[in-house]
């Protein structure tokens, strides 16, 4: 019997970014897909089939910062005004 090659674990970091991606729930599919040089320590993987699979679900919504700085001026304003009112009136 022939000695088995030892096993080499590698760590692939891929960085991917998704632009211009509608407001809503997606889906983000990742697979490994067996190259002509792994087929040696996984026979049963055809080059080019996929080995493994990996699905993320994420959603994008909408920032609200514009809508609460928006809410803060008009409170804001509505307060100067209203402080302003009353120090007039009292005299």
């Known amino acids: 019997m022939g000695k088995n090659p030892s096993v080499t674990r ?3 970091q891929v960085t991917c970014i998704l632009q ?3 407001e ?3 889906n983000l599919t990742i697979c490994n897909v067996a190259a002509e040089d792994v087929t040696w320590n996984f026979p049963q993987y ?3 089939e996929t ?3 990996i699905e993320y679900s994420f959603r994008i919504q909408e920032e609200s910062l514009p809508t ?3 809410i803060i001026a008009i409170v804001a304003t ?3 005004d209203l402080l302003v009112y009353f120090k ?3 005299r």
């Open 10 to 12: 590698t760590t692939v």
């Open 20 to 22: 211009n991606l509608s």
């Open 24 to 26: 809503g729930w997606h």
């Open 46 to 48: 055809q080059k080019g």
């Open 51 to 53: 080995m493994c699979q």
């Open 68 to 70: 609460i700085l928006t």
């Open 78 to 80: 509505i307060s100067a």
């Open 88 to 90: 007039k009136r009292k």
